[in-house]
């Protein structure tokens, strides 16, 4: 089992940048494939960013392509989502999930545990 506790949030100007991590408790951090989601007010949640237990693989979706980027410290047992170029659209609670896998996976359902979510915020 794991624990997961993002932090970094926080309100920041168009064209911006923040980074938000994600502590894990626990010494098997390394046996997860992480992931990050984010939820907007009356929409589903949606994929973000993943990266495999390895940290060797990654997958960003195409939305956030080439402003964002995920990366882990399996010695520190952090999980990272460095986002710079935000846009307003990227408002939104963040989760970062584990997944018992070697491979990560774009879909929610596949993740064991969740965090609680921080807020981003992106004004124009």
């Known amino acids: 089992q794991v624990q997961l506790v993002e932090s970094g949030g926080g309100l920041v100007q168009a064209g911006g940048s923040l980074r938000l991590s994600c502590a894990a408790s626990?010494?098997?951090?390394?046996?997860?494939?992480m992931g990050w989601f984010r939820q907007a007010p009356g929409k589903e949640r949606e994929f973000v960013a993943a990266?495999?237990?390895?940290?060797?693989?990654?997958y960003h979706a195409d939305s956030v392509k080439g402003r964002f980027t995920i990366s882990r410290d399996n010695v520190k047992n952090t999980v990272n989502l460095q986002m710079n170029s935000l846009k307003p659209e990227d408002t939104a609670v963040y989760y970062c999930?584990?997944?018992?896998?070697?491979?990560?996976?774009?879909?929610?359902?596949?993740?064991?545990?969740w965090g609680q979510g921080t807020q981003v915020t992106v004004s124009s």
């Open positions: 626990g010494r098997t951090f390394s046996s997860y494939a």
């Open positions: 990266i495999s237990r390895r940290g060797d693989i990654t």
């Open positions: 999930a584990a997944r018992s896998h070697t491979f990560y996976s774009t879909s929610s359902y596949d993740y064991d545990y």
